[in-house]
């Protein structure tokens, strides 16, 4: 039986697939953004990525090696557009202490572990945000630390490192705490 304009009809397309913004750059300039990106502080910290805007259109991030997006920090996509990252809201542990001595001490633990803190204070004084982690919670209870839970946007120290350092005699080349933006 020969193929006709009927039959062909169902292996056909009727739409083209839709574009993909490419996003390869930092931008610094003063214009407004046009697109938001919601980004969680795990995926902020990946270079290359597929994810989607808040108006619905698919992205692409091809950005340097080591970046990680910050909420605020804005990036310029091929076709010019400019997009703003923002911080998601992500499940976190708040920690509390009696003193600026535990609160330290807390830190010390956690910064021992490699663990991204941030730090901050509020009416209720100082504290240490971390993304949520049981085992975490537990060694921070047992400092003696309040600890409790909160859905907010994580935005973690850069690091002494911030502009990137190596680890002496690993041969890696590798640089760590890269964190744009601060």
């Excluded at 039986?1 to 292996?11: G, Q, Y």
């Amino acid at each position: 039986m020969p193929i006709n304009n009927e039959m062909l009809e169902d292996f056909v397309m009727p739409d083209a697939a839709p574009a993909v913004l490419l996003i390869e750059a930092l931008y610094d300039g003063g214009a407004p953004a046009t697109e938001v990106l919601e980004l969680d502080f795990s995926t902020r910290t990946k270079s290359r990525l597929r994810a989607r805007l808040a108006s619905g259109v698919e992205a692409g991030l091809f950005l340097p090696r080591g970046t990680i997006l910050r909420g605020g920090q804005k990036l310029q996509s091929r076709d010019g557009r400019i997009v703003e990252v923002r911080s998601a809201p992500e499940d976190l542990l708040e920690t509390r202490c009696a003193s600026s001595l535990a609160l330290a001490r807390a830190a010390y633990h956690l910064g021992n572990r490699h663990v991204a803190v941030q730090v901050g204070r509020d009416a209720g004084g100082d504290w240490l945000r971390i993304q949520a982690d049981h085992v975490l919670e537990g060694m921070l209870v047992g400092l003696g630390a309040l600890v409790s839970s909160l859905r907010a946007p994580f935005e973690p120290e850069a690091g002494a490192y911030a502009h990137g350092h190596q680890h002496p005699g690993d041969g890696s080349g590798a640089r760590i705490h890269l964190m744009a933006g601060h």
